[in-house]
């Protein structure tokens, strides 16, 4: 064999291990995000699953002070009800702003109680579930760019070929409820 | 002598081929796992891989041994210049201190042991080995290289990288569950006659500490607080009992239940105070700390960089087109020069 057709033939085999090597590399990135999406929802279910352990005890600590605000327990039950039952990414999404407008409510509620707002307990837990709510709303957010990641990398050449190849398909955005999407109306009462 | 170097760099080149074009796989793969993984809140990250930015709060004051700034970790390196006019390091040596890094929402410990650090402008500096400053002679001398000798008939190049309090970093490594921590106070009683503490090593190790700065900070007449984290669970059993528990005063710090945040319900960061330099402030950061990031034992990428993500994306991306073109370009230049020395020997018989 000439050595030039040696050299080609090596270069050739780099060419053959190169390409392998990147496809490989495209076919382990995709799989690694679509774990990490799974992994990011899963991240998220895991402070879900604190905040709905902590409204129990949120409710115990009321109860003795809010007694005519049935309703508003009414709708937080409810809401926490509804989470147990959903799938899908939506569906979740809906259940839990239901529930996060809930709390909102209800904490707008307890406002009007001096007492209960004088009370350690529900001081701590209040505080707490606020920590948990900012930490859910990071991990949604984490969990949105790591979809938009996927969803990209889906759709560009050459990594498109082989998300074809594995029948991947776009993944659903975390997305804000339309209430929450409102205008808030604030009017400011000026004295003359 | 031409006709001996000319094999030995095709050889060379034949060998380091392949190696070169794995090594720009390696850093296709880095730079894949820095775009696919989004920027993490401290405050909210998940334990494993994660990259964070924030600024860098020094956890001891530590000085740089070259320039003898004030730092909170330090990366040098010395090489000696070739025949070619190229520079080949010969010793490579970091700080290994932990420091914390917060992005607003939180506070995260750093343990950069085994970490790819990347500074900008590092403090370089080319000297004739004959006559070298005192810091680089001092510094030979304390590591004990004993190569020092035979490294000043040519010319040294001595590099210093820092990071310092108030840098904003780039951190792509594993974050782990913040573990128990030792925090002792005024460990200058117990320090031995050459001011180690015994006891306390295997712990500082743990964190990737060296013991020299306790020693210098024992030994200083202003120390009076270092609280170095360490894995307790495994270790502090086989600690001996304090000598003296009242002279001590060494407690062991348990994970409490997480640091109650003041931010915004929005989920929108409020830059959390940082409490100023000065006594109580390790300790007050150690409480707010949400995470430990370090080189994780299945992913073993961490990365710690002062230059921006793209900045490190695009480096990335040209060394790895770098090395996929020169890993075979290398290989076929060697194999070229024996297939055809070979092909002449042949035919000259």
Known sequence: MHPGEVIVAVLALFAVIGTIAYALSIYNGLVALKNNIARSWANIDVLLKQRHDELPKLIKVCEGYMQHERAVFDKLSEARAALAQVKGVAQRADAENQLTRALGQFFAVAESYPDLKANQSFLQLQGRISELENNIADRREFYNDTVTTFNTRIQQIPDMYVAGWLQLTPHELFKVDEHDREDVAVEFKMTA | MIRLEVPFYATLSLCAGPIVFARGFRDLRTRRLIQNTPTARIRSMAMGLVEVSGTVLERS?????????????????????????????????????????????????????????????????????????????????????????????????????TLEEGQRVFILGSAEPRTPAIDVSSPVEAATADGSVPWLEPELAATGTEPAPLRRLAAGPGASHIVPAARPTAVLPQAPPLPDAARWRARAVYA?????????????????????????????????????????????????????????????????????????????????????SLSAHHLTK
């Open chain 2, 256 to 340: 409490t239940t997480p640091h109650v945040s003041d931010a915004p319900r929005a989920g929108v960061a409020r830059p959390a105070a940082i409490p100023p330099r000065g006594p109580g402030r390790v300790q007050a950061l150690h409480d707010r700390i949400s995470a430990v990031i370090r080189r994780g034992t299945n992913e073993s990428t961490f990365l710690i960089s002062a230059e921006s993500e793209t900045a490190v994306e695009t480096s990335l991306e040209l060394s790895t087109l770098g090395k996929l073109f020169a890993g075979p370009v290398l290989t076929a230049l060697g194999l070229a020069f024996w297939l055809y």
């Open chain 2, 61 to 161: 004051v530590i000085l740089a041994p070259f320039t003898g700034h004030e730092c909170a970790y330090w990366e040098v390196d010395i090489a000696v210049r070739t025949r070619r006019d190229s520079w080949t390091v010969v010793h490579r040596k970091s700080s290994g201190n932990p420091f914390f890094v917060s992005d607003g929402t939180g506070v995260a410990l750093v343990y950069p042991q085994g970490s790819q650090c990347r500074t900008p402008s590092p403090c370089e500096e080319v000297c004739p080995g004959h006559s070298l400053p005192e810091c680089y002679e001092r510094y030979m001398l304390e590591q004990g290289l004993w190569l020092r000798h035979a490294w000043k008939l040519s010319a040294l190049r001595f590099r210093e990288r």
